[in-house]
T-cell receptor, first 110, second 117 residues
């Protein structure tokens, strides 16, 4: 079945730094979603992407739908302590259900 | 707009016991999903409903798991009997656009944390 890989698995950054993470698929997707999950909570939708090459921003977050349709990227600018959490990507192709990556765990050091 | 509601938030049971989880999706959302999230992993789909009908239950362990959405709104997920490996977070999600359609976006509830001893 489809599998998603996320990298890095975890990262420690200083407050104020920019963050980049990515998600790759073995299959072509037509939709990518990025979520953030805080401890003890459900995933919260950050950004949705529906077109190859699309670049979408949500505040300090920017995500891109890769041209190959097999990858997506999430960038966070000027990180702050509340950015701490696990970031999940999810993707799917038409007629299929979403599959989720294993997540990137972000820690922000003051 | 109220989000996806789930209860209970936490549940501790012994193996071989039964447990049930409840979900109320966002008002007007026709599609409802149940996911299982094992510690350190991403959510894995168990079952998808469109209104009160099952669209996809291919990954639901049907020997012990069951789910229903009788009136096309609330849903319950049951495990009977529970095993140690069922310890996980059970997430409910809903979407407005019929599942698998263009522009679909899923919204998650807070989850139910199950510990099987």
């Amino acid at each position: 079945g489809q599998q998603l890989n996320q990298s890095p698995q975890s990262m420690f950054i200083q407050e104020g730094e920019d963050v980049s993470m990515n998600c790759t698929s073995s299959s072509i997707f037509n939709t990518w979603l990025w979520y953030k999950q805080d401890p003890g909570e459900g995933p919260v939708l950050l950004i949705a992407l529906y077109k190859a090459g699309e670049l979408t921003s949500n505040g300090r977050l920017t995500a891109q739908f890769g041209i190959t349709r097999k990858d997506s990227f999430l960038n966070i600018s000027a990180s702050i302590p509340s950015d701490v959490g696990i970031y999940f990507c999810a993707g799917r192709n038409y007629g299929q259900n979403f599959v989720f990556g294993p997540g990137t765990r972000l820690s922000v050091l003051p | 707009e109220a989000g996806v509601a789930q209860s209970p938030r936490y549940k501790i049971i012994e193996k071989r016991q039964s447990v049930a989880f409840w979900c109320n999706p966002i008002s007007g959302h026709a599609t409802l999903y149940w996911y299982q999230q094992i510690l350190g992993q991403g959510p894995k789909l168990l079952i998808q409903f469109q209104n009160n009908g099952v669209v996809d239950d291919s990954q639901l362990p049907k020997d012990r798991f069951s789910a229903e959405r009788l009136k096309g709104v609330d849903s319950t997920l049951k495990i009977q009997p529970a095993k140690l490996e069922d310890s996980a977070v059970y997430l409910c999600a809903s979407s407005a656009i019929p599942g698998q359609g263009a522009g679909e976006t899923q919204y998650f509830g807070p989850g139910t944390r199950l510990l099987v001893l």
